[in-house]
């Protein structure tokens, strides 16, 4: 599948969960997680979540560095950008390069923002 396919994919993918802002907050603090806010730097230092690295998904070579510097495939990857479009594109792109264990922030930061 091309780059530009996987910015459109609309199914549904079984290593990919996508939770709303409690439960993503009650595993990310119960679990051992690597958390990866998507959004641009600027819009990372406005604000993100404790523990959080930021990986620009719109800086696509940095994202692919950074991603397959990863070796263990399996281990949980946690994601989130401003709305949930971005990080829901990079969890596909993940799962394309061979993530197994992939979670989404449905609503985003935004929706993080409104249940705390």
Known sequence: MSFFSSLF???????????NAEEFQNEI???KVRLVDV????????????NAVNVDFFNRAA???????LKNKEEPIYLYCR????????AYMLEEM???SI??????????????
């Open 29 to 31: 603090k119960n679990k």
């Open 98 to 100: 061979g993530f197994t």
């Open 83 to 90: 709305s949930g479009n971005r990080s829901r594109k990079a």
């Open 39 to 50: 959004r641009t730097s600027g819009e990372y230092n406005s604000g993100h979540i404790k």
């Open 9 to 19: 994919k609309s199914k549904s993918s079984e290593y990919i969960n996508i939770l």
């Open 63 to 69: 994202f692919q560095k950074f991603f397959s510097k």
């Open 103 to 116: 979670t989404d922030l449905k609503g985003g930061y935004m929706a993080w923002q409104r249940n705390q």
